[in-house]
C-alpha cells in the first residue's frame, strides 16, 4: 500500500515549471520530488536544480518525509552535457565561472538535509553525478539490487560541486571517497550497502513496497521528537562528548516541557 493513501489523502500535484523537468506531488505529510525527464535519463539540468530550490523554500510545512525518485529507467544520468555545448542545454544557458551562480544550484540540495524533514532517495538504474550527489543530499537511501552511484565529474574535468564531498567522505572516508571519486569507477548496490551509501536494497519490483513501508514507519514516531532527534544526530560528528551532552539535554528539557504543556 501507497504510505501517502495511509493518510487518507489523495496525492495532489504541485505546479512547477514546465522547463523544469521536475514534478512534485504532496499528500499530507509526504512529498514526493520525481526528475521527470525519462527520455534524457533524467539529466540534470539548471532549471531542475533551480526547481528543486523552490520546492524546498515552498514547501507545506505539514510535510514530515520527502521522497525523491526517477522517471523511467533510471534515477539520474547526471548533469545534462549538453549545457556544454555550443546551444546550451534545454534552456540555452550556459555554465557561468560565479561563485553565486554555483552557490544557487547548490541550493537545491541543501535543504534536503533541514531538520524539519526526512528525506528519502529511492535508487533505481543508477544515479550519477548530480544524480548521485542528490542521493548523498538525503537522509536515507534505498537502492534496487541492480542499481549503482557513480561520481563521473572528474572524468568529465569537473568537480563534484553539488554538496556531495562532505557527506560522502563522512560516510565512507577519505580513502574510499577518493578511490570512488578519483577513477570515477561503479559503485554497485551491494557495496553501496556495505560502505553505508544505502540503508536498505531490495529487488527492483520491490523498491515501492520498500519505500512505502520506509516513509509510514517515519511517520509513525512522534513528529517533534524525529526533527529534535535529526538536529541532534546532525550536531553529533562535530561536537565533543560534553557538547553532545549539552544538546541532548537541552532538547530533552524542551520535549519534556512540550510534553507537560500538551
Sequence with gaps: MDARA???????????????????????????????????????????????????????????????????????????????SGGGGPSGEHPQDDDRFIAELQAGYTWLRRPEVVTVAAVHGYAIGAGFQLALACDLRVMTDDAWYCMKEPALGLVPDLT????????????????????????????????????????????DTAVDELVSALLAVNADAAVATKRLLQQAPDNTLEEQCAAERREQLQRLRSMRQG
Excluded at 504541485?14 to 539529466?43: H, Q, S, Y
Excluded at 551509501?197 to 531490495?202: D, F, H, I, K, Y
Design 6 to 84: 495511509e493518510q487518507g489523502e489523495a496525492p495532489v500535484a504541485v505546479e512547477t515549471p514546465a522547463e523544469a523537468g521536475l514534478r512534485l506531488d504532496v499528500a499530507g505529510p509526504v512529498a514526493t520530488i520525481t526528475l521527470d525527464r525519462p527520455d534524457k535519463r533524467n539529466a540534470m539540468t539548471f532549471a531542475m536544480w533551480r526547481a528543486l530550490a523552490r520546492i524546498g523554500e515552498t514547501l507545506p510545512g505539514s510535510v514530515r518525509v520527502v521522497v525523491v525518485r526517477g522517471a523511467g529507467k533510471a534515477f539520474s544520468a547526471g548533469i545534462d552535457l549538453g549545457m556544454f
Design 164 to 207: 556531495g564531498t562532505k557527506p560522502l567522505v563522512e560516510i565512507v572516508g577519505l580513502n574510499r571517497a577518493m578511490d570512488i571519486c578519483l577513477t570515477a569507477r561503479k559503485v554497485p548496490a551491494a557495496e553501496a550497502e556495505r560502505l553505508g551509501l544505502a540503508e536498505r536494497v531490495v529487488p527492483a519490483a520491490e523498491l
